[in-house]
């Protein structure tokens, strides 16, 4: 018997290349959120307690202005989640929603996990607003948000794995089992965590670029953007590597045959490299800081955009040999419910856009942090 429920009584209401590229740029967007979120706590902690350690007016000032960031930062993490969290139900629900149940007890306390870490990034930024030491906090929120990805990473590797779901529901069916006996999950993790390095590096040459930093504080920011960069990437290859070695036979070998797929394997190695070499040269020299910012961001993004096609593909191929097709789910589309979707959806854009104006035009605060 196929292991994963055969009903779905209610066919799809818009194309499915409609919704999967809808998800697909949504989750991007939220992966470079949870990127920001997960590196600059990472490192916001650790340079507050050197500076805390050494009495450095830059390390305290660098501190600071990560810690004011990331409660925005969090909201972007969960406001860009709840979209490819709906997509992915609509094009995946009878293989998530099994193991969103296996689960559960884990699944559910996201929501707390999510409100306790969320409720000290406050605080983090309040005290580095004081003036006040912040570790003890920090450390525990960036603790709480490292347990939410590898609660993500359990669900989305089990929903993966109709093979095991009947053993471990007969084994408890009170939702209290991690997908604990899949051999890709801590690679898989430790990708994630690895690679939101890289993308904060990115980040902290563009915030290297504010004209109201003192000098100190913007080359730091210039040089410890490259090294997060070059370093973590090649940690983020090494688990990368081994979490494509360990995907059940045949499934890489059609992620790259396929042509829709192919280009962003080469893509991702090539954003990578490039964006490595740009690490360095940002490293190294303060010349052309803004464009060296601008390509160091840009190459994250679309490094982060082949990670997340490549994800796909081994969904779907995975999914595709337990007899999961997402393409042959039925569809009737309800057009005018698309159209109005697709008004709002640019409308909104369209008023991100002016609020960016806004913020522009507005006087520039302040930061001191020392
Ligand atoms: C601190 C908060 C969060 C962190 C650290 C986080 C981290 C992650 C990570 C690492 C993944 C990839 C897992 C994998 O594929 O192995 C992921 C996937 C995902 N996250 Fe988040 N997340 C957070 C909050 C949220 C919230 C609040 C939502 C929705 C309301 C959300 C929605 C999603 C969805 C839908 C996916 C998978 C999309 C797909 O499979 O296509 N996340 N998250």
């Not at 490819?84 to 296996?102: E, I, K, W």
């Not at 504010?210 to 370093?231: P, Q």
């Amino acid at each position: 018997m196929m292991p994963i429920p055969s009903v779905d009584p209610i066919p799809l209401p818009a194309p499915i290349w409609l919704f999967k590229l809808l998800h697909l740029v949504t989750f991007a967007l939220h992966l470079v959120a949870v990127d920001l979120l997960i590196a600059g706590l990472a490192v916001g902690v650790t340079l507050h307690v050197i500076s805390r350690w050494s009495h450095s007016a830059t390390l305290t000032q660098v501190s600071g202005l990560l810690a004011h960031r990331l409660p925005t930062v969090m909201a972007y993490v969960i406001n860009l989640g709840i979209p490819p969290l709906l997509f992915a139900q609509v094009l995946y629900g009878r293989a998530l929603y099994t193991s969103s149940v296996l689960m559960g007890a884990y699944w559910i306390s996201v929501i707390f996990l999510l409100m306790a870490s969320y409720y000290g990034l406050y605080v983090v930024a309040k005290r580095a607003d004081q003036r006040k030491g912040w570790t003890s906090t920090g450390l525990a929120s960036l603790l709480l948000v490292l347990t939410i990805a590898f609660i993500y990473s359990n669900n989305m590797t089990l929903m993966l794995r109709p093979q095991v779901w009947s053993a471990m529901y007969h084994a408890n069916p009170s939702g209290v089992q991690l997908n604990h006996s899949d051999p890709t999950l801590i690679a898989r993790w430790l990708f994630f965590v690895s690679g939101a390095f890289p993308v904060t590096g990115a980040a902290l040459l563009l915030l290297a670029l504010k004209s109201d930093l003192d000098d100190d504080t913007r080359a730091f920011l210039r040089r410890f953007g490259g090294v997060l960069i070059a370093a973590l990437l090649i940690a983020q290859t090494v688990f990368g590597e081994q979490a494509l070695a360990l995907q059940p036979s045949g499934v890489m070998s059609q992620v790259g045959a396929d042509a829709l797929y192919r280009p962003f394997t080469y893509g991702w190695a090539a954003t990578a490299a490039l964006l490595g070499a740009l690490g360095l040269v940002a490293l190294v020299t303060r010349r052309m800081a803004g464009v060296l910012a601008i390509g160091a961001a840009l190459l994250a993004f679309l490094n982060v955009v082949c990670e997340v096609l490549v994800r796909d593909g081994i969904r779907d191929y995975t999914l595709r040999d337990h007899g999961f097709e997402v393409w042959n789910r039925s569809v009737v589309t309800n057009w005018s419910v698309v159209g109005i979707f697709l008004f709002l959806f640019v409308a909104a854009l369209g008023f991100l856009g002016y609020l960016v104006t806004v913020m522009k035009a507005a006087k520039p605060m302040e930061e001191k942090y020392v």
